[in-house]
């Protein structure tokens, strides 16, 4: 088991992510890798993600790390605030929220910093309404 956390470039709102990320080997193959990301607001977006993913160790290379297919379903929670003034004509203020849910698909190398932590470098994208990419790494501590 290994908990961690990491930074990330998220395309649909462009901008950087901070995570929270765990992992539970069942066993040599197979992992669970839940995590939240929290992308920093931009243009009165606050945008989150919840990561349910499975992780599969396709092939490890000696000296480097072990690859690994990232499949999972990403909840995609955004909040809005607009408010503008207008002169003469007042002031407008419109704010939402929305949740969509999606499809993860991606790769990653777990790359052995020492013998209880990791750095994982990934790219994965997320296919919904509102399809979007991520890349970053995490920090992984293992107990």
């Known amino acids: 088991m290994s908990a961690g956390g990491g930074l990330w470039y998220g395309t649909g709102i462009n901008n950087i992510g901070?995570?929270?990320?765990?992992?539970?080997?069942?066993?040599?193959s197979w992992a669970a890798a839940p995590a939240f990301t929290y992308f920093l607001p931009k243009d009165g977006f606050t945008w989150m993600v919840l990561d349910l993913?499975?992780?599969?160790?396709?092939?490890?290379?000696?000296?480097?790390g072990g690859l690994y297919g990232i499949g999972g379903l990403g909840m995609n929670f955004s909040h809005y605030k607009i408010d503008a003034n207008f002169g003469a004509l007042g002031n407008y203020s419109a704010?939402?929220?929305?949740?969509?849910?999606?499809?993860?698909?991606?790769?990653g190398l777990n790359v052995p910093l020492s013998d209880n932590m990791h750095i994982a470098p990934e790219?994965?994208?997320?296919?919904?309404?509102?399809?979007?990419f991520r890349i970053g790494a995490k920090f992984m501590f293992g107990f």
């Open 18 to 28: 901070i995570s929270i990320d765990g992992k539970y080997e069942f066993n040599e």
């Open 123 to 132: 790219m994965k994208i997320t296919i919904n309404s509102g399809t979007y």
């Open 53 to 64: 993913n499975a992780n599969y160790m396709i092939t490890e290379f000696d000296g480097v």
């Open 95 to 107: 704010s939402g929220t929305t949740t969509t849910v999606g499809l993860n698909l991606g790769v």
